[in-house]
């Protein structure tokens, strides 16, 4: 199978890394297009993927086309191929644009939106997709392997991906934010600023892995370590009296109002 990728930045880079790293496909068999060529020499050195300038020609020689672009750029670049998205499977990134628009700028392809996140550089990345209703199962099987080479993949709704948006699209930043602040209060607590940053950061790779390791409930893991009267208990306390718990849970609300403003709803 032959893929193409309009959009040759930070997530078509990932995504490719990806591929090429799970075996999905040969370099040979992925084009990447983009108006800058310098982007898409690095993306050459560092890949082996093929490379042009013309979108109507990366299209040409593909079945399923990727689309990497900003949202500002959808129309362009699905104009310049023109009809050469017919009869394929358009697989979008965009945040924010909607399936029907894309079927309306890219008629006759079947089309999957997806919303991975930023750890897909990392291949951690949560991403979830959605489906219009010409998308094949083989069609479904190509986006769970282009997606799960960069982490873990979920089939949702398409009224879900605004919710999606707001947890995990948006969450790393939650995250960094969240150990940006732990890491202060091993500072204001005398830690030098690189052991506070290395112990956060630990801290919460590890909470994660304990999660995914015993599949427990956060909640039973935290009363776990929670010992009456003890020393987290005293800081939960806190994080409680400081409203963390409804500040993310309004954090993802938010996000998700705002991917849906966004999208024109
Ligand atoms: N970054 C994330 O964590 C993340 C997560 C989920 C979804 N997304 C979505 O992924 C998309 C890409 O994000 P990104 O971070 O990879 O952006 P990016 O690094 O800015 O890459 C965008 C790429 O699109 C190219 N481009 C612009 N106009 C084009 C056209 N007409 N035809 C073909 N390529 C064109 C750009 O080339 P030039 O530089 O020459 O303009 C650039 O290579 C966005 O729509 C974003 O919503 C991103």
């Given at each position: 199978?032959k893929?193409a ?8 880079f ?5 591929m090429?790293?799970?075996?999905v496909?040969?370099a040979?068999?992925?084009?990447a ?6 982007l ?6 560092a890949?082996?993927v ?5 979108n ?13 672009v900003?949202p500002n750029d959808v129309?362009?670049a ?20 909607k ?17 991975p996140?930023t750890?897909?550089?990392v ?6 997709y ?11 099987a190509?986006?769970?392997s ?6 873990e993949v979920?089939?949702?709704e398409?009224?879900?991906l605004n919710?999606v ?7 790393p930043?939650?995250?960094?934010l ?13 830690l030098?600023?690189?052991?506070a940053l ?8 590890g909470?994660a892995?304990?999660i ?5 409930h956060?909640a039973?893991l ?7 009267a ?8 806190e ?6 718990r409804s ?11 705002r991917?849906?403003e966004l999208?024109?709803e």
């Amino acid at each position: 199978m032959k893929y193409a990728f309009f959009g040759a930045g930070k997530m078509a880079f990932a995504i490719i890394q990806g591929m090429l790293r799970a075996k999905v496909c040969a370099a040979s068999d992925i084009i990447a297009s983009c108006p800058e060529p310098e982007l898409l020499e690095n993306l050459r050195d560092a890949t082996s993927v093929n490379v042009v300038t013309s979108n109507a020609e990366a299209a040409s020689s593909a079945s399923v086309v990727v689309l990497c672009v900003k949202p500002n750029d959808v129309g362009t670049a699905l104009g310049e191929a023109g009809s050469g998205l017919e009869g394929k499977l358009l697989i979008s990134i965009v945040a924010g644009q909607k399936i029907g628009s894309l079927k309306s700028l890219a008629p006759g392809a079947r089309v999957i939106r997806a919303m991975p996140n930023t750890a897909a550089m990392v291949g951690r990345a949560a991403t979830a997709y959605s489906c219009d209703d010409t998308v094949t199962s083989d069609d479904e099987a190509v986006a769970e392997s282009v997606f799960s080479s960069i982490g873990e993949v979920y089939a949702v709704e398409e009224k879900q991906l605004n919710a999606v948006t707001g947890l995990s699209g948006s969450g790393p930043a939650y995250v960094y934010l969240m150990i940006e602040a732990l890491s202060d209060g091993g500072v204001a607590c005398g830690l030098p600023r690189k052991l506070a940053l290395d112990l956060a950061v630990q801290t919460v790779i590890g909470a994660a892995e304990m999660i995914c390791a015993t599949s427990e409930h956060p909640a039973v893991l935290r009363e776990m370590v929670t010992s009456p009267a003890g020393t987290t208990m005293a800081g939960l306390r806190e994080l409680e009296a400081c409203g963390v718990r409804s500040a993310f849970t309004e954090a993802v609300c938010a996000a998700s109002n705002r991917a849906g403003e966004l999208s024109g709803e």
